[in-house]
């Protein structure tokens, strides 16, 4: 039995290598070669040999390699010095290594190895055996040496002539070889034809079948073995463990089978939401590129009927056609972050969609759809703006044409009529006045004339469907001013010859109608001043209006006079009538204005004053309720506001920060989130204020700066802010459970994170991130750093979250674990082969599955052009993807 000391450490049975006798010198022939061919059949895997063992491992280069070969672990930076003390050193890393395992080195120093003692090294490259070939060997709870022996005897047991009872003498036959192998593998060996009378025989077919189908490599010779009494029991033992490991492996072939079963299934599921991704990609991609060019499409119409056509398009567009294409965007980003996470947990490269059908593609042709959306608005709402002013154009054109067409009616008659040639002097005299007040008229016509000819043009150049009828109305109408015009010189110039009659009353009464008229204008423009309704939003408009209304008052005792001036010519003229016996017509007949009239107008004007001085005072008392509302509102955002700021600015702090667990921090934040959640009461208030506000038809408050929705937005960014900073601290949590991170690593991630994070913003930009790397050891090239850059940041936004900086480290701690997996299930499946076969994973795994493996493996060569072969790179890649491993 193996023997261990007080502390469980294996130690080496003493009777095992015996330091201070020396080697038979037929013994030591037999373990040289033994071991050499023992330590080649694994050092091939790393692609290289030994050919004199005690030579060979001198610098300890091979050694350390050796080691870990046979481990699958990876041992400390070697020296690759050339002097003395370079080869001490890797020897002591190879000895410290094993003396990790549990193996206590008696006697064996690295300067032994250096010199090249042949004792020395033989002895440990048989504790190596040992600890690495035949001391996990267990049979019926027996391990090691007798485990290694009773599993000889097990399979023996069936053969006649053979009987192990050691590992020296009971060989020397060769039958035990021979039954080992047909044990086995039946088909190599013919057992009834072998004769114990001829091991010569028997141990050459062993040895020969042996290497050429089991891989176990010639580490005895026949005639050594038969020429030695006694053969050298730790040769045979190693020879022996060879074959233990070739025939027993079937059983873990069949786990890691399993294995690469379940990372296959896992493969095929991710494979599949890579299809539903691009699918998905590619419809949403072609709606946008089939949507934009409608909304594009920038054809105007005629009529406001079909723009408004066009405008309820464009809105069952917005509420039906687009609402379900925004779910598909959105179900889009989540199905790429959660592959993205898949990959990311099973150690898998990031997914990178085809070309043009990245995240960032998607988002790109969506905001060109939006820009377009925009703009085919904007041209919507501008059209039908152009539209109604047509239309408002065109309406206002045919009223000013009714009312001058209205106007002109009959005029011409009338300057055609020759009453002048029948009338007395003082009927020519008031003809003569009338003409004069007609041509005033006409005069004052020209501006509309002017008018209707200017929207003429103005709808020629916004093009206006019906602009021929509008051209031809427009030409009547100058046309018949022209002639209008000719008419009224040729009457002016028949009555100025009769121009001496009536001069007296026709020139009171000229003055009357001239003073009359202005004063007559001011009452109208008066009365409609003091009853035109007003709309402020400010106590200063307010203010000023009630200034200009006092004004006005100041200027009515003018007024006063002004009117009592124009009723003194109206009594004159009577005065004269009456002195003169004037025969009058009894009418002025240059206005109709008269004195009643403009006394009703003028006590009118009187009425109307005392009620606006109402209605100012009424509108003033509501302005000094607005501003007090103004006020309370802005007492409360300047408030809520610099505490909304506040509060953002400490969840950042405490997000970066780094003061007790990760569940400490999260009960933190939790307990800030109640206190947040706990001053909604204060947002509701200021939302009642702000109601008021909306409906007292506030607009505007120069008492703060802030808005409801300036508040509203920052209120839910806090509530965002702080549930995110708890989703955070969740995922560290999830991703510290599961990669096994303790909490002291989490601190120093958190640490060099928050020291590189030079702008405290929470994410580090990627030369932050590389500076950060490179002081944590990294040699980085361009090409290392772009790829590390791929896994962290696979969204290329150029950033590096916290999240993604502690997944990327657990994944560098988790990678040798990995390598771990992937080597142990390649030489369970290669035995001591440094390849695998195709037939051998259809061999060991189900068809469908083999097949799938083996269509992922087809882009590999195999090593030395072996066909249908994978190395252990090829291997790994294969199944893993582009890693570390």
Partial sequence: MDQYDEDGVYMQQEDDWDRDLLLDPAWEKQQRKTFTAWCNSHLRKAGTQIENIEEDFRDGLKLMLLLEVISGERLAKPERGKMRVHKISNVNKALDFIASKGVKLISIGAEEIVDGNAKMTLGMIWTIILRFAIQDISVEETSAKEGLLLWCQRKTAPYKNVNIQNFHISWKDGLGFCALIHRHRPELIDYGKLRKDDPMTNLNTAFDVAEKYLDI????????????????????????????????????????????????????????????????ASDLLEWIRCTIPWLENRMPENTMQAMQQKLEDFRDYRRLHKPPKVQEKCQLEINFNTLQTKLRLSNRPAFMPSEGKMVSDINNAWGNLEGAEKGYEEWLLNEIRRLERLDHLAEKFRQKAAIHEAWTEGKEDMLQKRDYETASLSDIKALLKKHEAFESDLAAHQDRVEQIAAIAQELNELDYYDSPSVNARCQRICDQWDALGALTQKRSEALQRTEKLLETIDQLYLEFAKRAAPFNNWMEGAMEDLQDTFIVHTIEEIQGLSTAHEQFKATLPEADKERQAILGIHNEIAKIVQTYHVNMAGTNPYTTINPQEINAKWDKVRQLVPQRDQALIEEHARQQNNERLRRQFANQANVIGPWIQTKMEEIGRISIEMHGTLEDQLTHLRQYEKSIVNYKPKIDQLEGDHQLIQEALIFDNKHTNYTMEHIRVGWEQLLTTIARTINEIENQILTRDAKGISQEQLNEFRASFNHFDRKRTGVMDAEDFKTCLISMGYNLGDNEFSRIMSIVDPNRMGIVTFQAFIDFMSRETADTDTADQVMASFKVLAGDKNYILADELRRELPPDQADYCIARMAPYTGPDGVPGALDYMSFSTALYGESDL
Wanted: hydrophobic share 35%.
């Fill in 217 to 280: 490599p010639k580490m005895l010779d026949a005639e050594d073995i038969i020429s030695t009494l006694r053969p050298d029991e730790k040769a045979v033992m190693t020879y022996v463990s060879c074959y233990y490991h070739a025939f027993s492996g079937k059983q873990k072939a069949e786990t890691a089978a399993n294995r690469i079963c379940k990372v296959l299934a896992v493969n095929q599921e991710n494979e599949q939401l890579m299809e539903d991704y691009e699918k998905l």
